[in-house]
Nanobody, 122 residues
Framework: QVQLVESGGGLVQAGGSLRLSCAAS????????MAWFRRTPGKERTFVAAISWSGGSTYYADSVKDRFTISRDNAKNTVYLQMNNLKPGDTAVYFC???????????????WGQGTQVTVSS
């Protein structure tokens, strides 16, 4: 059974940091782009950051650029999202995803985790 399991979410004050992890099991995603998305109540899931299969290329939403860093460790089949200078507007459920049908970072992702809650208090 293929799974993506997120961890590292929690409650943090504005200006603080969190590091999310996404561990894959059941298959390797070392050849696939991976990404983080987030969803707030009543809104659609939105793109946060993506990383190429090698980790050599990354792409960020404007709202998180210069604050968030996506990285991966293919030996551990894990993707990370380092979040610094968090703001109340970053409060959301964060999901990791893998894109197995294309090598491009932007587009439809076909494997999803269940999400981890991040809450930023003011």
């Amino acid at each position: 059974q293929v799974q993506l399991v997120e961890s590292g979410g929690g409650l943090v004050q504005a200006g603080g940091s969190l590091r999310l992890s996404c561990a894959a099991s059941g298959r390797t995603f070392s050849s696939d782009p991976m990404a983080w998305f987030r969803r707030t109540p009543g809104k659609e899931r939105t793109f946060v950051a993506a990383i190429s299969w090698s980790g050599g290329s990354t792409y960020y939403a404007d709202s998180v650029k210069d604050r968030f860093t996506i990285s991966r460790d293919n030996a551990k089949n894990t993707v990370y999202l380092q979040m610094n200078n968090l703001k109340p507007g970053d409060t959301a459920v964060y999901f990791c995803a893998a894109r197995t049908k294309s090598g491009l970072m932007l587009g439809a992702y076909d494997f999803w985790g269940q999400g981890t809650q991040v809450t930023v208090s003011s």
